[in-house]
């Protein structure tokens, strides 16, 4: 297990610290032997996620709302198919998440772990749910609050399976931890999504490396900020 691990105890004091360099550099390092195993569960990921989404858009297809011109029926359209996708996309969009945090920590990486969360699908798909309902908000009355928001939730499904936290208990550790670096944590992210529109831009070729490099990068905050308790939660 790597040495610089945090505590839910100093993480909603603040008592931790990195700069968005550090997050990256080691991101980058971690990325040798890694980048096979984690793109082949994207794929999977993909693949899965695009399966579930284009059988319910034959239900509930938002194209002719567009056409029509109606973009605001068509949003809600769209809204309706990713919440009704959700049960079979956040589980494993999590379990991809949690491979990065995996080579974060030392720990070997097994493509087939994606699935291991399903046993949580409703408790994770309540609290996307619940996350993505207080950002919408923010983003509606004054932009920065759901910006704000964006952020400081984004260690909250993880929290859930690696602390064994309750919906509401997870997103308030996550806000209040991430509160108090929240430029730090959020200049992280910006450099993280700077970097991977700069690998597409060559026929995407560079995602195969940055994607990857993301994955860990959150993997390795996460680590600092709350600490990494075992490589299955859901088992152990």
Partial sequence: MVQDQGSLEKAVKGDYDFSI??????AWERVKGAKLKIIG???IYIVIASLATGIISFFFDAKPFYDAGETAKGFLTDMLISWLASPVTVPLALGLLL???SRANNEELRI???FNYYVLV???VFATLLVSFFSYVGFVLLVL?????SVAYNFTLPLMVDKKLGIWGAMEVSRQAVTKHWFTVFGVYIALAFLLILSAIPFGIGLIWTVPLVLIAHGIMYRKIFGWKVHDPINS
């Fill in 21 to 26: 360099g550090d997050i990256i550099a080691e």
């Fill in 112 to 114: 087939d772990s994606i």
């Fill in 122 to 124: 409703w408790p994770l």
């Fill in 41 to 43: 569960a994207m794929v």
């Fill in 99 to 101: 491979l990065g945090y």
């Fill in 145 to 149: 609050p759901g910006i704000y928001l």
